[in-house]
């Protein structure tokens, strides 16, 4: 069964912290996206990778950064934490196998609190 | 915005009904996917569709594609409480390997 896993479901965190969202995937994907979802909005792109240690901003990439050093890997970081990037954040892979825009597969979702 | 556009963004019906879907986007696409999501979890795939392609089916499942007026249907046959879920259309960028997703729509199913 294939998977997509993000390490943690719920985060609290305090304004100015650095946060980790880390998402692994078992499928041998070369491509990886960290969205974030809001109520009204939508999911929205923030970065993504087609291969380890590339990286491509997505729509919304200004407060964040991403690093993947192993292809299974994926990490989404939040140098310093604001209350607005309080959000839903889903992580996704997808194989270049698949053709232009093919199917993603989805993590579970790592809902941050930033207080 | 170049994201899909679902309407409406909350439908209600009762079991058994058939729910329909729409999703208007603005750009050339290769293929349009849509997906559903349980509350407060992640996003399943549920049907491809490309853009030489009219119309799809999947189980109860059927989707149809007009590439002329940009958009794009999901009709659920005979739909059943366990569809409640949030539906959403994912559009590519012409020619990139990422998705635009569209805000969704709400579906309750009521027993």
């Known amino acids: 069964d294939v998977k997509v896993t993000q390490s943690s479901r719920y985060l609290v965190k305090r304004t100015g912290e650095k946060v980790f969202l880390e998402c692994v995937q078992d499928?041998?994907?070369?491509?990886m996206f960290w969205y974030r979802q809001d109520p009204g909005l939508g999911l929205r792109l923030i970065y993504f990778?087609?291969?380890?240690?590339?990286?491509e901003k997505g729509d919304i990439p200004e407060g964040y950064s991403v690093s993947r050093e192993k292809k299974e890997r994926f990490s989404l970081i939040l140098e310093s934490a604001s209350t607005n990037q309080t959000s839903m954040y889903l992580c996704?892979?997808?194989?270049?196998?698949?053709?232009?825009?093919?199917?993603?597969?989805f993590g579970e979702g790592s809902r941050l609190t930033v207080l | 915005s170049q994201q899909g556009e679902e309407d409406p963004q909350a439908l209600s019906i009762q079991e058994g009904e058939n729910a329909t879907m729409n999703c208007s986007y603005k750009?050339?696409?290769?293929?349009l996917q849509w997906y559903r999501q349980n509350s407060g979890r992640g996003l399943v795939h549920l049907i491809l569709?490309?853009?030489?392609?009219r119309e799809k089916h999947s189980g109860r499942l059927r989707v149809t594609l007009d590439t002329s007026k940009k958009s794009s249907s999901l009709l659920i046959t005979a739909s059943r409480a366990a569809d409640t879920a949030s539906y959403f259309c994912?559009?590519?960028?012409?020619?990139?390997?990422?998705?635009?997703f569209g805000t969704g729509t709400r579906l309750t199913v009521i027993p």
């Open positions: 990778s087609y291969d380890v240690k590339m990286k």
């Open positions: 750009t050339s696409i290769n293929n």
């Open positions: 499928m041998d994907h070369e491509n």
């Open positions: 996704a892979s997808s194989s270049p196998g698949e053709g232009l825009g093919g199917e993603l597969f």
């Open positions: 569709i490309r853009s030489n392609e």
């Open positions: 994912a559009t590519d960028r012409g020619g990139a390997n990422n998705l635009f």
